[in-house]
């Protein structure tokens, strides 16, 4: 079953911190149990990589009970439920949710201050916590997500959009900044001068020129994908060099008979399509520059411990 969002799990949260002090971990693994989730679930991380969902989604519905005073932090990485949780529990309530925390005088006064701490009226950003069933950094990362994947449908947008000489620029640039080619110079001066009619261009795998890479490039649109006979066409070109490594970049895609083959190859082809080629260019700050930088912060435990 899909792991329920964070709202959902604070009724069964709060019932296990009314058996005693437990941790975050020890919750997740009874509630895994309860859940019968897979292992798989149990182990799905957040976007970012940084924290299991599971584990994300039961912070956050152990600290919003907290600001209702349902759940008592006695010490570092322990809560437990208050006797104002237990009592709450006493009723059978069906579900806890935000609007039950509202009744709450504590999370009002929390509540009505997690914005921009303009006054007793909802925030947007108060709004945006009760109204969602993902917690913040859930939401943080399905902006994200969606900034990220407009920047790259608009980057294949405007290479598309440009010459070929730009593309075969996009290339030159890329494959340095990931530390091919020496300098941009010596890698401009190779791409595109090989003369072979399979292949666009040669480029240094190293600073010392120890080996070599062999690049073939299509900007083609979306709809246009590569078949197996262009990229049959590239390995026999490489045969002919005696090379035994390429890379092969469209804007566009790569068809299954084509990603088939370039797998079973002696020799060592890499495809890059444009969602790939794309994803590389911001990875490595290729056509793009840092817009806005959000720092989120975190209680450092290790500073309040008094030794």
Known sequence: MPIPDYQTLMLPVLRLAAEGETRVPHVADKLADELDLTEAERE?????????ILHNRIHWAKFYMSKAGLIDCPTRGKFIASETGKALLSTQPPAIDVETLKTYPAFVDFYSKSGSGSGPTETSAAKAAATSDITPEEQIDAAYGVLHAALKADLLQ????QSPAFFERVIVELLVSMGYGGSHDQAALQLG?????????????DRLGLDRIYVQAKRYVAHVGVGRPEIQGFVGSLVGLGANKGVFVTTSSFSSPAIEYARHLPQRVIL?????LAELMVEYGVGVRVSRTVAVKRLDEDFFIDE
Request: proline fraction near 3%; glycine fraction near 20%.
């Open 272 to 276: 890059i399509d444009g969602e790939r």
């Open 158 to 161: 405007r290479i598309l959009a």
């Open 193 to 205: 001068k090989s003369g072979d009619g399979g292949v666009d261009g040669v480029i240094d795998e």
């Open 44 to 52: 799905e991380l957040l976007p970012s990589g940084r924290q299991r």
